[in-house]
């Protein structure tokens, strides 16, 4: 019994320091010398392209989910295979002697895979916290992006799911075979068993992407809700049947120690920051350009942070939405922003009289001796974000920056071609002078066109452009264009809806496979 005991924390251990290092040791061994070549050839037979026709971003049908990129599933399978392996290997049942608790052969051997699957979920729970945090510190020893962790916490936390219904079915037929079920189910130990494997399976069917899309909030907040119950009937199932032993309960302390430290550092990121009042201005009907002022930011490309803005549904204060961020400073050496000499060029109408340019400007006062101050642009959503509109001082907190996916691979390329659907342009603003040959491509439907107007400025400040209004992007000529004038090595920055990430994805993994180009793909999502 002892030898299976020691397995169980063995391999619990290897499932968490294996799903842990994993990532970290891919970023090293990338990193070698030589690697990059190994690495550019590779990405796109084996790394970007989806597991599933082009679907990713975009959600497959009937909201089925995001199908992993091949890159993603590679650690997902393996890390699947694992966790079969870990299950099913080496039991070692005292039969044919006497089990001390009245097991035959199969109930003990049922019961040891109910202790090991238990086990498991355990040393599963801080990985599936860790991936969905903001302040997962995995985010900074490697490459991965939120969204990819995001999507692994997603799969991680099936697998915990799994586990943990593995455990509760096994042990109930270990206790039926030694006939001690009736009496053990009222016991209050198996009771808040029961409580946290029913809010697991609550949970995996609540948190299906049509949930995730019918309402946002009302699922965050009953995700959170619903994994405090989990660790709590976690922590008493634990303690009620063995006390505090010294072993099991870590794994909790270990999920807490991860959820903490994110929730802390978020709040100190806010701290830092400080209570600040923006400027909204409206662009057009369904825009708005947010100044906060005085948030030290360094201007680099691909940042994004969490806003709050408590005053505007007072109901739902704590209410936060991620956004692009950009250096105040950067759009005002463009010319953007009030009392910039830009204003009065982009509020005149334009004279085919097709795209509205009214854009309201609000007043704000602009310190000339600092540079300190962010800007936001925001599209009208459903939630929150439809309630913006213009404001001279609007309470706004905020939490960040946050890197996206680090810049510095697709900034090292010959070539830099950012291409951006919509507001997906907020993402790409910052990497117009972040290198010597930039390309910009940019589509935006008629009736955002107002957007355009307010940056037209800086658009224009990219002189190999394509500006697209009410048209599509033809993203296989974009690419092809890019091998035909020659360049060896093309760094890509998509930033836009899914349809338009994934078409990317696609073309650059295919473009790929069969030209001399090489291709470096960034592909920034607003969306998880
Ligand atoms: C990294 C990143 C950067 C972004 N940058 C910008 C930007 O610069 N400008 C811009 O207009 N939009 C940006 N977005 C999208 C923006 O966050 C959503 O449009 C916004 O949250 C919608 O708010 P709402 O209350 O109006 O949402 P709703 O209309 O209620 O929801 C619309 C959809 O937005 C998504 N969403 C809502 N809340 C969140 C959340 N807290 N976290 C993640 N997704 C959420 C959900 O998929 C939801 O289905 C970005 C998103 C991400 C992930």
């Avoid at 608790?101 to 238990?118: F, V």
């Avoid at 799969?155 to 799911?161: G, N, P, S, T, Y």
């Avoid at 940042?303 to 991620?322: A, I, S």
């Avoid at 310190?367 to 001279?392: C, E, F, N, W």
Wanted: a positive charge; proline letters at 5%.
């Amino acid at each position: 019994m002892e030898h299976n005991s020691a397995l169980l924390y063995r391999y619990s251990l290897v499932i968490l320091v294996v799903g842990f290092a994993t990532p970290i040791a891919i970023r090293w061994i990338t990193k070698l010398p030589c690697a990059s070549f190994i690495v550019d050839k590779i990405n796109p037979y084996l790394i970007w392209p989806s597991t599933i026709g082009t679907y990713h971003v975009r959600p497959l049908p009937w909201l089925l989910g995001n199908a992993p990129t091949l890159g993603q599933a590679w650690y997902i399978g393996g890390f699947l295979l694992l966790n079969i392996i870990l299950s099913c290997l080496s039991y070692w049942p005292v039969y044919p002697l006497p089990h001390p608790w009245g097991y035959n052969k199969r109930g003990e051997i049922l019961a040891y895979a109910g202790y090991r699957t238990g086990e498991f979920a355990f040393a599963l729970l801080p990985l599936t916290i860790l991936f969905a945090g903001r302040n997962n510190i995995l985010l900074w020893l490697t490459n991965w992006s939120h969204s990819t962790y995001i999507l692994l916490h997603r799969w991680i936390a099936r697998l915990f799911a799994i586990h943990t219904i593995l455990h509760s079915i096994f042990l109930w037929a270990a206790r039926v075979q030694t006939g001690t079920y009736n009496k053990d189910v009222k016991l209050p130990y198996w009771q808040w068993g029961i409580v946290g494997t029913v809010f697991v399976c609550v949970m995996l069917v609540f948190s299906l992407l049509w949930m995730r899309r019918f309402s946002y909030e009302v699922f965050l907040i009953g995700h959170i809700i619903m994994a405090i119950l989990v660790i709590v009937g976690s922590w008493y199932h634990l303690i009620l049947r063995f006390g505090k032993t010294g072993t099991h309960e870590y794994w909790l302390y270990a999920a807490f120690a991860v959820w903490a430290f994110d929730r802390l550092l978020r709040i100190l990121r806010m701290v830092k920051n400080g209570v600040r009042k923006a400027t909204v201005t409206e662009i057009g009907s369904t825009h708005v350009r947010v100044e906060v002022p005085g948030v030290r930011f360094s201007g680099k490309p691909g940042f994004h942070g969490y806003v709050y803005f408590p005053t505007l549904n007072p109901l739902k204060p704590w209410e936060n939405h991620p956004f692009s961020i950009n250096s105040t400073a950067l759009l005002r050496s463009y010319g953007i922003g009030p009392h910039s000499p830009g204003n009065s060029l982009r509020r005149s109408p334009k004279e085919d009289g097709k795209i509205e340019t009214k854009v309201t400007e609000s007043h704000a006062h602009h310190d000339p001796g600092t540079t300190a101050g962010i800007t936001l642009y925001v599209r009208k959503s459903t939630g929150m974000t439809r309630l913006l509109q213009k404001h001279a001082s609007l309470i706004t907190l905020l939490d960040g920056p946050y890197p996206n996916n680090p810049p510095s691979a697709v900034l090292s390329c010959d070539r830099l071609l950012l291409i951006g659907g919509g507001i997906g342009i907020t993402g790409l603003l910052g990497f117009f002078r972040a290198h010597v040959d930039v390309k910009l491509a940019w589509s935006v439907k008629q009736i955002h066109a107002a957007v355009v107007q307010d940056l037209e400025s800086a658009v224009s400040s990219v002189s190999d452009r394509e500006i697209r209004i009410g048209e599509r992007l033809d993203i296989r000529a974009l690419l092809q264009q890019e091998v035909q004038a020659g360049y060896k090595k093309v760094g890509v920055v998509v930033c836009g809806p899914g349809a338009l990430c994934d078409d990317v994805r696609a073309v650059a993994a295919s473009l790929g496979r069969h030209e001399k180009t090489v291709f470096e793909l960034e592909v920034d999502t607003f969306g998880w």
